[in-house]
């Protein structure tokens, strides 16, 4: 797995950016959010049960990541159409603030080395990128428990330091001066 000092592998996926089917799909590559703090989390299956509330998680935090000059972005190996329907036939994720990633091919998952052995799917996982492009964070959970996008947040807010933050700093608190 690519882990913290690594370069984000190149990418280009399709990419739901709304339910609304006019316009749901874009591109989305390793460029277009270049400069900007990147916020990508995997997840294993869309219609599944604890996938949503992530999101949905991720979701209510999205203006505090935006606040940070954060994108946060979603990302499973289903394709865009099922993001899409996942979206429309979901009351939690109709007007998601991001865009979900489709890694079909599993290029993106499968250079961040998270494709899990016995499922064959993206681990639950979240990487941190910093406007240069390289991994500041990386968090793996087990398939069947969800992570917490408050503590994402938490880390954010201290990589964005650029100081030395002790166990359960929060944003505002005192840094450690050496």
């Not at 460029?31 to 997840?43: A, D, N, S």
């Not at 998680?57 to 899409?84: C, I, P």
């Not at 990589?159 to 001066?177: A, H, R, V």
Request: proline fraction near 6%; glycine fraction near 6%; charge should be negative.
């Amino acid at each position: 797995m690519l882990s913290v000092g690594k370069k984000l592998p190149p990418f280009k996926v399709k990419a739901v950016v709304s339910a609304d089917s006019k316009e749901p799909f874009v591109e989305i590559s390793n460029e277009t959010y270049k400069g900007k703090w990147q916020v990508l989390f995997f997840y294993p299956k869309d219609f599944t049960f604890v996938c949503p509330t992530e999101i949905k998680g991720f979701a209510d935090l999205n203006s505090k990541f935006r606040d940070r000059d954060a994108q946060v972005l979603a990302a499973s190996t289903d394709t865009e159409f099922v993001h899409l329907a996942w979206r429309q036939n979901h009351k939690d994720l109709n007007q998601l603030p991001f865009p979900m990633l489709a890694d079909v091919k599993r290029e993106l998952s499968g250079a961040l080395g998270i494709i899990d052995e016995n499922e064959g799917v993206a681990q639950r996982a979240t990487f941190i990128i910093d406007p240069e492009g390289t991994i500041r964070f990386v968090y793996v959970t087990d398939l069947s428990v969800g992570r917490n996008p408050g503590e994402v947040l938490r880390i954010l807010d201290g990589l964005q330091t650029d100081e030395l933050c002790p166990c359960n700093w929060e944003k505002g608190k005192e840094t450690i001066k050496v």
